[in-house]
């Protein structure tokens, strides 16, 4: 069984400086690539959360992402944002054409697997589309 330990994205405003992933409360390991870990200190202003989730390619999907997901597996790609839902208190997909909100796992099940996922760019460097989602940072 994997033990999943909590990453994080760092940014300074709209640029990725690297990660962070917390091994226990007293050890916390930093990268600038998500591949050489170190206990030396990045910093940064922004700080995104993992999800849980990788992608079909195996990357890392984390809030403020935007990628082509699949609700059903065989059928076609939309698009959507992962962001928090603050008044459900979890992680979804907000689609970027429809009004609509996926959450990622409902009692526990999770609605989607890695084949239905797909990043393709992220949310905070695209201020349009924020505003057109009614979200900030």
Not at 13 to 18: D, L, S, T
Not at 104 to 114: I, Q
Request: hydrophobic share 40%.
């Amino acid at each position: 069984m994997d033990i999943i330990q909590p990453r994080f994205r760092l940014r300074n405003k709209e640029k990725i400086v690297g990660y962070l992933r917390k091994v226990s409360d007293s050890m916390v390991l930093y990268s600038r690539d998500s591949f050489w870990w170190t206990g030396r200190k990045i910093v940064y202003d922004e700080i995104d959360e993992w999800i849980g989730l990788k992608d079909k390619n195996g990357r890392y999907i984390y809030e403020w992402d935007i990628l082509y997901y699949k609700i059903d597996p065989g059928g076609g790609y939309h698009k959507g944002a992962v962001l928090w839902e603050a008044r459900e208190e979890i992680f979804g997909i907000r689609d970027i054409e429809e009004d609509i909100f996926i959450p990622l796992a409902v009692n526990g099940v999770k609605m989607f697997n890695e084949r239905q996922l797909q990043v393709f760019s992220h949310l905070f460097i695209n201020p349009d589309l924020m505003k057109k989602l009614g979200v900030e940072e």
